[in-house]
């Protein structure tokens, strides 16, 4: 039996997107691959609300955060972080030997415009990492009232980590000034993991230029040049398994409409909220809590573990808390082709267990 998932990523697939990831190979050099990546860009440049160029990476998520972070940062990154992901870039640039400082907020709390005014207003940074929405706690930050403050600063490269969002809220890359929008595919996108897809501005390929010592493979003033020189192609063997499912899934996305994706994802999250707040209560605080995830303080003391393992039994899988949070929180992702009927029948479950 298919236990369905309602975990912050890998989501549930399509099984006629499944189906495309089976599609009989192409050769990476040829003029079939060049218009399946342009069609592919076209497409994302949509849902990201962007004209600037797309780059995909045959890597998850974390390949173009590392990628962003190395090729990106000249003198020194500002990484802000509302959980486990956002602590992810400080660690990725330590990796690296890219100087960076770690800004952390109060457990449950946002990063805040003064946050960032703070930090940036010291000179001491060219690049600033955020957190769109923290899958490990629930948080969607307020990345429009965070972007005003990142634009009085020219100089600085803004990185917004997008990965547990894009598809499933509205995010507007170019409005907002985000100079690299990062994603990847298991998550809102609704396809299987291993591909990771980010935009590019001008004013990051110029500080990649910049930068000595980019690294090789997920170099993105490389990846960038190779598709300006080859037409839409790879600079090495792309994942085409998830071109061909990803090309068809974003023709499925803007089939639904997507104002009416962003809505159905917003409709889950209220009615999420609402058993929650019934039931238990929200960990963040409302106002920043997520449109594609919830994460419910587990106030009655339940073991999640055991929840989890009566909730397997019926078919359905939610998400323990994340790290120290593990018993602390449980997390329900309401993301990617997930509907309300869908979600309602696993809060009754639920109900049904706890009951
Ligand atoms: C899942 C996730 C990541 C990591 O992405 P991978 O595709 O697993 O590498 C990074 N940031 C956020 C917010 C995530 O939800």
């Known amino acids: 039996m298919h236990t369905k998932l309602f975990i912050p990523g890998p989501v549930d697939v399509a099984p006629d997107v499944l189906e495309k990831m089976g599609t009989p190979m192409i050769g990476h050099r040829t003029k079939a691959a060049s218009n399946l990546q342009r069609s592919i860009s076209e497409k994302m440049q949509k849902v990201m609300f962007t004209n600037r160029p797309i780059l995909l990476s045959t890597s998850s998520g974390t390949g173009l955060m590392e990628g962003s972070i190395r090729s990106c940062t000249r003198k020194r990154a500002a990484v802000f972080s509302v959980g486990a992901f956002g602590k992810r870039w400080h660690e990725i640039a330590e990796a690296n030997g890219v100087p960076a400082d770690l800004f952390e907020s109060e457990t449950g709390a946002p990063t805040t415009p003064e946050m960032v005014e703070d930090a940036l207003a010291t000179g001491k940074y060219d690049l600033v990492t955020i957190t769109h929405n923290e899958t490990s706690t629930g948080i969607m930050n307020p990345v429009e009232a965070i972007a005003e403050v990142i634009k009085k600063y020219p100089d600085v490269v803004f ?3 997008t990965v547990s969002s894009m598809a ?3 995010i507007e890359v170019d409005r907002l000034g985000v100079d690299l929008c990062i994603t990847s595919t298991q998550k809102a996108l609704g396809l299987p993991p291993g591909l990771a897809i980010c935009s590019i501005s001008e004013k990051a390929i110029e500080a990649a230029r910049q930068v000595p010592n980019r690294g090789y493979y997920l170099d993105l ?3 960038y040049e ?3 020189k ?3 192609q790879y600079p090495s063997t792309p994942s085409l398994s998830h071109m ?4 068809y899934q974003l023709d499925r996305i803007l089939e639904e409409g997507l104002e009416n994706r962003f ?3 917003l409709k889950m999250a209220q009615y999420t909220r609402r058993w929650a707040k019934e039931q238990f209560e929200l960990f963040p605080k409302e106002a920043y809590a997520s449109n594609t995830l919830t994460t419910v303080k587990n106030t009655k ?3 999640v573990a055991d929840l989890n393992k009566k909730l397997g039994k019926r078919g359905y899988s939610i998400s323990n808390g994340y790290g120290s949070l593990k018993e602390k929180t449980f997390r329900i992702a309401h993301m990617a082709d997930t509907t309300l009927e869908e979600l309602k029948t696993l809060l009754k479950e639920i109900d049904d267990i706890i009951k």
């Open 159 to 161: 990185a917004l980590d």
């Open 168 to 170: 499933g809220t509205k």
């Open 221 to 223: 003033l490389t990846l």
């Open 226 to 228: 190779y598709i300006q």
């Open 230 to 232: 080859k037409d839409h």
């Open 244 to 247: 061909f499912a990803l090309n």
């Open 263 to 265: 809505q159905r994802h």
């Open 301 to 303: 003391g339940l073991s």
